[in-house]
């Protein structure tokens, strides 16, 4: 088990406490030393025994505890006071917002012990009329369900995709494998996806199964077959291979690389066109004489269609535009001349900025933007003023140095909850770029944070507004705001919204990004890279800007350094 599981089981242990009324300082000890957890940058293997103790709140007892878990990946006492109570208590509490105190009063006053008995008593009105709960209690609660329900997909695209391209270049090793790649969600850049599906080429098929079930990662085999076979890694993603004869390759990938929806709307074309489309190729309806069938391309040339990109394969267009030629031509990884928000050392960063532009000039980049935090953001040693002018020297001097390089220096600046920004405007005037973000007071009213971000980007000096929404991909769902009015305001403003390249935040999603670019919003990529490996994120920004329809004239890192200061001024 690592940091993050112990200290959850600890949380868990204290909520079952708090639920039958246990002793206060006990509960509060669990909590604590949760807590210490998961602030531990260590990992808890790393310890011996007399270290744990030392660890702020744990002492002999949990410190046993841990071991115990470290060892054996369980803890005896867990299991059975997780006995002691009825078990769908604890995946009520798994819905955000509610706690022990909640469910032990809907458990004794209504019976309620399972999410489902919740649901049905929240939509008959039970809840909202149970004396010690807030008035707002019943409607949080279906909400909380409905986030809990849409769940089920839940790899980051990130992860999946480096599992993913592992397993292809292992398999492409074998010479009998003519061509291998990935297809399904993850190939049309879903930020989060179920399983991983491959499609590979080949005449042997026996011998890629083999190899397949055999590799290193392989936990489990779920199933062998000649054409198919599913395996579960040691992290517990399942993994479906299917083999398929070279000369149909193409008509496969089309088919498993989905989505659904598009794979009915071209099949329905097919139709009209007195065709017939399925994983083996396009036929002629009538004589069934084959169109197309080895290469992507022509499957879709065989419709009389442009290539369609896997991205933009959702049924939201993009056939009626590949009919009439008219397709987007998507930003890629190439077109990138710059990153756009970059941190340091100087804040929480952990290299120097001197690093990060080596690295970033490396990559090809022309530029970079240097977006330590402000100082509101105590938490992430956030830059005042004087520091702030410091940097600025520092990259006057770095700048010196470079010839086909420029540091631009900005800052993400913290917005407060009334919209105001966390430097005043006699410190904004003197940087190259203002990012501003809203970094707490989330739970503001939908009416408070559309000012409170309308505010901020009415400030003449603010260009993006980085992580717009403020999503956590399975963590936390965005904030609440009115995102139309939003993207009017950047257009009017001309500030640009981003795109956050950090796998967990991929905000602006697919949607709102294209959402933005409609109404004629500049599109900013930015990886938040806080090391230099982190510059790598710009695949994943890339991947949902592609999702986005987005082409390089919606992206401001595809503009020349000069372009890109005369772009984003506002007056
Ligand atoms: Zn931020
Ligand atoms: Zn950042």
Known sequence: MNNKEIARVFRVIADILEIKDENFFRIRAYRNAAGHIENLTQDLNDFNQAGLQDIPGVGADLSAKIIEMLKSGKLEYFEELKKSIPCGLLDIMDIPGIGPKTTKLLYEKLRIDSIDSLEKAARSGLIAGLPGLKEKTQE????????????????????????????????????????????????????????????????????????????????????????????????????????????????????????????????????????????????????????????????????????????????????EAAKIKKLPKLITLSDIKADLHVHSEWSDGNASISVMAETAFKKGYEYMVISDHSQGLGIARGLNPQRLYKQIDEIKTLNKKFKKFRILSAAEVDIKSDGTLDFSEDVLKDLDVVLAAVHSGFKQSSREMTKRLVKAMENRYVNIIVHPTGRLINERPRYEFDFEEVVKTAKDTNTALEINCYPKRLDLDDIHARRAKQEGVRISLGTDAHSAEQFEFMRLGVMVGRRAWLEKKDVLNCLSCEEFLKKIKKD
């Open 140 to 319: 949080n609660i279906l909400k909380g369900i409905l986030l809990i329900k849409q769940k089920p997909e839940k790899i980051l695209f990130s992860y999946a995709q480096n599992t993913a391209e592992n397993i292809i270049s292992s398999l492409k090793k074998l010479k009998e494998i003519k061509q291998a790649c990935i297809a399904g969600s993850l190939r049309r850049g879903k930020e989060t996806v179920r399983d991983i599906d491959i499609l590979a080429a080949s005449l042997s098929a026996e011998k890629a199964m083999e190899l397949f079930t055999g590799l290193d990662l392989v936990k489990d085999v779920i199933a062998k077959g000649p054409a198919k076979s599913s395996i579960r890694t040691k992290d517990g993603i399942q993994v479906d291979l299917r083999v398929v004869d070279p000369k149909s390759f193409g008509a496969a990938l089309v088919y498993f690389t989905g989505s659904k929806e598009h794979n009915i709307r071209i099949r329905e074309l097919a139709k009209k066109n007195n065709l017939k489309i399925n994983e083996y190729g396009v036929f002629d309806l009538k004589t069934d004489k084959i169109a197309a069938a080895e290469k992507e391309e022509d499957i879709y040339a065989a419709l009389g269609l442009s290539f369609i990109p896997p991205e933009l394969r959702e049924d939201r267009g993009e056939v």
